[in-house]
């Protein structure tokens, strides 16, 4: 089981300890199930404001660790959630995954810790999750940052071939550090590498290497097919909270691309072509470009995010 509180090197001086996570257990789909979180509290005069961090696919709380900082230390509540699915939380064999649930899920862990509107940022797979959070729950939505989101476009519709659960979950189970490596290194980072992406790379290939190896393999098969056949991209218009977009330019990541006719392979993941739509087709949203950065600009490039961070949430000077 892959750890919430893993750390990363920075290039600047270490962001505090993430503390220990907490459980949130409740009932969902006739079990009972444990969701990993964490609940890290203002590190500067409380401003009576929450942010919620969603995770990525591939990452787990620990790599938003220098961004809790970053807005604990500006006066928020920051609570960061481990999906059903993903790292300390449980991954059930049975589970009908979605994006609508997996809002559900979040929305009930804010009921129980009292937490009525909240900020939202969210990467890569949270991005598409904060969007659907927002449609479900505006009321409860102050907020969205969405940092290099996938579901910008429509995979399917755009010619990107369907797989199975279980053509992808035999592919989950191949997965390695260097299948890890190469696929990110691709898609991330335009062919960059270094330490604290390798550090990400690796974390991830220990959890398929565990103990849970097989159980989150089946589920990462289960998200990759709610990524796949649930797009948000097509209710852009909808979304009525203020919005802002952080896009890395050098970004490529797609589904589907892998089995995709080589013309079609080729015009998937146009990070600075989607980003530039979805920001005219989200009403008021704000784009902010981050040319030389990939998938995870937090990460590549720490003290640019955190930057546009605060300007995001109004915080900078």
């Known amino acids: 089981m892959l750890a919430a509180v893993l750390t990363l090197p920075a290039p600047a001086a270490d962001p505090p300890a993430l503390p220990a996570p907490a459980t949130f257990r409740f009932e969902s789909q006739r079990q009972s199930l444990a969701m990993s979180y964490l609940d890290i509290a ?9 942010a919620v961090l969603l995770h990525g696919k591939n990452f787990c709380a620990g790599y938003w660790q220098d961004t809790a900082a970053t807005l604990a230390g500006h006066g928020f509540r920051v609570i960061v ?40 940022v969210g990467h890569s797979m949270g991005g598409m999750l904060a969007l659907r959070f927002a449609l479900l729950y505006p009321q ?34 191949e997965s390695s550090y260097e299948s890890i490596a190469r696929y990110q290194r691709a898609n991330y980072y335009d062919g960059d590498w270094t330490p604290a992406y390798e550090a990400l790379a690796r974390q991830l290939a220990a959890v398929y290497a565990g103990p849970d190896g097989k159980a989150y393999a089946w589920n990462a098969a289960l998200t990759a097919d709610m990524i796949y056949t649930q797009p948000v991209v ?24 892998e089995g995709a006719p080589k013309a079609v392979a080729d015009a ?36 640019r995010f955190r930057a546009e961070l605060l300007k995001a949430f109004e915080l900078a000077r």
């Open 42 to 50: 203002p590190a500067a005069p409380a401003k009576g404001r929450t």
């Open 234 to 257: 097509h209710e852009f218009e909808r979304i009525a909270v203020p919005t802002t977009l952080i896009i890395g330019q050098r970004d490529r990541t797609a589904i589907g691309r």
């Open 81 to 120: 959630p481990e999906q059903i699915g993903f790292c300390g939380s449980d991954k059930p064999e049975r589970y009908q995954f979605s994006l609508h649930q997996l809002a559900a899920n979040t929305q009930a862990l804010l009921d129980r810790l009292g937490i009525e509107r909240a900020e939202l």
């Open 268 to 303: 998937l993941g146009d990070y600075p072509a989607l980003g530039r739509d979805a920001a005219r087709r989200i009403p008021g949203a704000r784009l902010i470009e981050l040319p030389g950065l990939g998938h995870l600009p937090q990460i590549e490039a720490p003290d």
């Open 140 to 173: 409860r939505t102050a907020r969205l940052v969405l940092v290099n989101p996938i579901g910008l476009e429509d995979w399917k519709a755009k010619g990107a071939p369907y797989r199975t659960i279980d053509a992808a979950y035999a592919a989950e189970l």
